[in-house]
């Protein structure tokens, strides 16, 4: 079942079917990651409802760019490295590029802008308490 970015809520599953338009995407790191780890380039991408952080792995980095339309399949939507919420594939999910500038999108709100909490009905769920900021703090609006 796809899901509209409006609705992500962090998991810690591999649930997330969406498909998005990466709107910007940070600069490849220039050297290898000294821990032997992953190079890692955060992506802004968006839907018709919202848009957020997404976190592009290895390869990933040089197959996708701007304008480039993408599907998500078994993706996670979870902190990394302490509290920078993205969406991403992770081990299990994965990403494909369907196609390019053809999909209608909104920058805001930004779900990986939004401070989540436990619900007080289910703790293992998790439910907006504030909205840190409308837009993105990493990929700032051009107007």
């Known amino acids: 079942m796809e899901v509209k ?3 992500l809520v962090p998991a810690a599953t ?3 079917n969406t498909t998005f338009i990466v709107v910007d995407k940070a600069p490849r790191p220039a050297q290898a990651n000294a821990h032997g780890r992953e190079e890692t380039c955060p992506s802004l991408v968006a839907d018709e ?3 957020v952080h997404f976190l592009l792995w290895g390869t990933e980095c040089d ?3 701007p304008g480039d339309i993408v599907r ?3 993706g996670i939507f979870s902190y ?3 509290n920078n919420l993205f969406l991403r594939a992770g081990k299990r999910g994965r990403v494909e590029k369907v196609g390019e500038f053809t999909m209608m999108f909104v920058e805001t709100p930004n779900m990986s802008e939004v401070r989540w909490g436990p619900d007080p009905g289910d703790p293992r769920k998790m439910v907006q308490e504030a909205v840190v900021s409308p837009y993105s703090q ?3 609006p051009l107007h």
């Open 80 to 82: 990394h490295r302490g």
């Open 5 to 7: 970015l409006k609705d």
């Open 63 to 65: 197959a996708f760019e």
């Open 49 to 51: 409802t919202a848009a």
């Open 138 to 140: 990493v990929f700032k």
């Open 72 to 74: 998500l399949t078994s």
């Open 14 to 16: 591999n649930t997330v």
